[in-house]
């Protein structure tokens, strides 16, 4: 397949977006069975690129992907916590860089009393010069 098209994977899952060769590549919207959704580009049939997941539980991230699907480069991700007797769900967020995954270089962590840490960040952990 290539152009633009609609594939309803065996699983459920749904593509909609651009295709080349039988492959996912470009930009398109992908909905998985359990409620997530990404939207954004991709790469030989992986997230890659600047794109969105949006989780079930709340949980977004808006940033870019490396070739393995990895959180990479700049991007936000807020985690919403769960409700507690009708209360809202606080939200910690981090915006800043990523490396393979984690959280790695420079970035701003927000808690949910409002307390804040900025600096830096080494495999996914505060690491280095920061202040909150």
Do not use: A, C
């Amino acid at each position: 397949m290539s152009g633009r098209g609609l594939y309803i994977f065996v699983n459920g899952n749904r593509y909609d977006g651009e295709w080349v060769d039988d492959k996912r590549i470009g930009y398109g919207i992908y909905s998985y069975v359990n409620g997530d959704l990404y939207e954004g580009y991709f790469y030989d049939g992986k997230r890659n690129g600047k794109g969105t997941l949006r989780e079930k539980n709340g949980d977004i991230y808006e940033g870019t992907y490396n070739e393995n699907q990895q959180k990479h480069g700049f991007g936000k991700y807020t985690h919403k916590q769960p409700e507690v007797e009708d209360v809202p769900s606080p939200e910690v967020s981090y915006e800043g860089d990523y490396s393979n995954g984690l959280r790695d270089g420079v970035g701003l962590m927000k808690f949910p009393d409002t307390s804040r840490y900025h600096g830096q960040f080494s495999k996914g952990l505060r690491h280095g010069q920061g202040s909150y």
